[in-house]
C-alpha cells in the first residue's frame, strides 16, 4: 500500500480481555515501531523491529503486552487481560532502515484508539 | 537520561502570521524530528535533522547542536497548519531507533 495501515481504528473492550492491533508497514521497510499515547501525554515508545526480530522490548509497560512480526511485513501488538489504563491511542510506524539513516524518515499510521471500559 | 521540552504548549494566532516553535533537549542527540498531527489524524514526519536549516515550502528547521535546541517556524501562518506539533530526539551513542518524544504545541491558527 501507499501508506502504514493499522486496524482496527477504533477498539472499544471490556476490562479483561485480550485484544489484538494490526499494522502493515510501507512494503520494504525493514525497521517498524511502536509507539502509544496517552490521553494529555507524549509519545512513548513501546517496541522496535528489525526485521522479525525485536532487539528492543524495554518499553513494553508490562508482560500483558506482546508484539511479533513474520515475514518481514506485518506485525500485530497483543495485549492480554486489559486494564482501562491501556486505554490510548497505539501508533505503528516504519522506515526503510533505522533512523540513524538520514535517508530514512518515519512514516507513521493513523492509529488504533483503544478504549477500555 | 534525555528530556525533551518543548514550547509553548499551546499557541493562538492570526492567519499570516510568523510562528515559532521552540524544543530543548539536554543529552547529545544524532538527529531530531519535527512531527505534525492533526487533530483525530495520524502523524506525519516534517522534517529530520542533524544540523544546521532545512526549509520546506512555508516550514523551516533549525537546530543549534552546542545550545541543544531547535526551533520550527511557519511562514504566513494558514489556518490548515493548526495542528499539534512534536519534536522528538534520537540520542546519540545510543540506539538508532529509540526516540525522546516533547508533548507536542498545540497550534491554532485563525481565520
Known amino acids: 500500500g501507499a501508506g502504514v495501515s493499522q486496524s482496527p481504528s477504533n477498539k472499544v473492550t471490556e476490562k479483561g480481555k485480550d485484544v489484538e492491533l494490526r499494522c502493515d508497514p510501507i512494503?520494504?521497510?525493514?525497521?517498524l515501531y511502536w509507539y502509544r499515547q496517552s490521553l494529555g501525554q507524549g509519545l512513548e515508545f513501546l517496541i522496535y523491529?528489525?526485521?522479525?526480530?525485536?532487539?528492543?522490548k524495554s518499553g513494553l509497560p508490562s508482560d500483558r503486552f506482546s508484539a511479533e512480526r513474520t515475514g518481514g511485513s506485518v506485525s500485530t501488538l497483543t495485549i492480554q487481560r486489559t486494564q482501562q489504563e491501556d486505554s490510548a491511542v497505539y501508533l505503528c510506524?516504519?522506515?526503510?532502515?533505522?533512523?540513524?539513516?538520514?535517508?530514512?524518515?518515519?512514516?507513521f499510521g493513523n492509529g488504533t484508539r483503544l478504549t477500555v471500559t | 537520561k534525555n528530556e525533551v521540552e518543548q514550547s509553548p504548549q499551546n499557541l493562538t494566532a492570526q492567519e499570516g502570521e510568523f510562528i515559532t516553535i521552540n524544543c530543548s533537549y539536554s543529552v547529545g542527540i544524532s538527529a531530531l524530528h519535527w512531527l505534525q498531527q492533526h487533530p483525530g489524524g495520524g502523524i506525519v514526519s516534517l522534517f529530520m535533522?542533524?544540523?544546521g536549516k532545512k526549509k520546506h515550502g512555508r516550514l523551516i528547521a533549525t537546530i543549534n547542536i552546542q545550545e541543544k535546541h531547535s526551533s520550527l517556524h511557519i511562514t504566513a501562518s494558514h489556518p490548515r497548519d493548526s495542528a499539534v506539533y512534536i519534536c522528538a530526539s534520537l540520542n546519540s551513542g545510543g540506539s538508532n531507533y529509540k526516540l525522546t518524544f516533547g508533548k507536542g504545541t498545540l497550534l491554532t491558527v485563525n481565520p
Open positions: 535533522l542533524s544540523s
Open positions: 523491529f528489525q526485521g522479525n526480530s525485536a532487539p528492543d
Open positions: 512494503s520494504g521497510h525493514t525497521a
Open positions: 510506524a516504519s522506515s526503510l532502515v533505522p533512523q540513524s539513516s538520514y535517508n530514512s524518515p518515519l512514516h
